[in-house]
């Protein structure tokens, strides 16, 4: 395991590595009390939650930021990047921690280990909110996937390397792509350099589509979830300006306790464009658990 010392991307944040079965993953916590797990996306790393965790802190949470596997200071899946398997590492980190219970939050990619998390294991998971991502393929999305699923989920899936390989040189680019597209006030400019740091060079690309790659066997693994089972943990959908109120629809089914927003004059990535509006929702959906 590396060895060098990491820093914090949350003000006043501590960072911890914590190894599990062969994976490493690197996590942030700030603040005391019931824990709030907060599961990033791509192309993000935990940084993209440093607006929203103090505010969780100071309203007596302990917030837990860690980066996914593979991605910004986690070392890559050994399991593979199917959510339900991404969930098991996730919640023997929480055991390391400490934590028994957490509330549970994931936006884009983070949306379904989140999901995963909540389905497999609902006596950890306090309240679940899920943003701005599909819950694999369960009715509800058809209008946002009226034209199929975004370009580049076929591109990152291509086999044997492809779009890795195309993008060895120009990863800052795309990077910066994806970060302004999904922002409609833009990123600071210091929060930019970390996350398009984390992502430069091929092997970085590789590990964020190989969680591109498990799309479609986390989407059977849910198909295969739904037919019987139900959410039981009470659940927030928070839409932003691209998926929107999709994710609620798919989740209405297959939960009895679900409370929906949709964020005005939002992008995609609604801990970014709306920090102070997201941690109000969360902390009002957990203290009302």
């Known amino acids: 395991m590396r060895q060098e010392t990491l820093s914090p991307h949350l003000p006043g944040a501590t960072v911890h590595r914590i190894p599990i079965d062969g994976v490493e993953l690197a996590v942030e916590t700030l603040g005391q009390g019931p824990a709030v797990l907060l599961l990033h996306g791509f192309p993000h790393t935990r940084a993209i939650w440093r607006d929203v965790a103090p505010r969780l802190a100071a309203a007596g949470f302990r917030a837990l930021a860690p980066d996914l596997h593979g991605l910004g200071d986690s070392t890559p899946a050994v399991r593979g990047y199917q959510a339900s398997a991404i969930a098991t590492d996730l919640l023997r980190m929480l055991d390391v921690l400490g934590d028994r219970e957490a509330h549970v939050v994931g936006t884009d990619l983070g949306v379904t280990p989140a999901f995963a998390l909540a389905a497999s294991s609902p006596e950890r998971v306090t309240s679940l909110t899920l943003s701005e991502g599909l819950i694999g393929l369960l009715p509800g999305a058809e209008a946002f996937l009226r034209q199929g699923l975004p370009w580049w989920f076929g591109f990152h899936q291509a086999p044997g390397g492809l779009a890795e390989d195309v993008l060895e040189n120009s990863a800052e680019r795309y990077v910066r792509f994806f970060l302004s597209a999904g922002s409609r006030r833009g990123l600071p400019a210091d929060l930019t350099r970390v996350i ?65 927003h949709l964020l005005e004059d939002c992008g995609h990535i609604t801990p970014i464009d709306q920090p102070d509006a997201f941690a109000d929702l969360l902390i009002e959906h957990a203290r009302a658990v």
Not at 214 to 239: F, S, Y
Not at 245 to 259: H, K, M, S, V
């Open 196 to 260: 398009v740091e984390a992502y430069r060079g091929k092997t970085s690309l590789g590990n964020a589509f190989d969680h591109y790659r498990a799309v479609p066997a986390t989407a059977e693994w849910i198909g295969n979830w739904a037919q019987d089972q139900r959410l039981t943990t009470p659940t927030l959908a928070i839409g932003g300006g691209a998926i929107g109120a999709a994710t609620a629809r798919q989740l209405e089914p297959i939960t009895g306790c679900l409370t929906q």
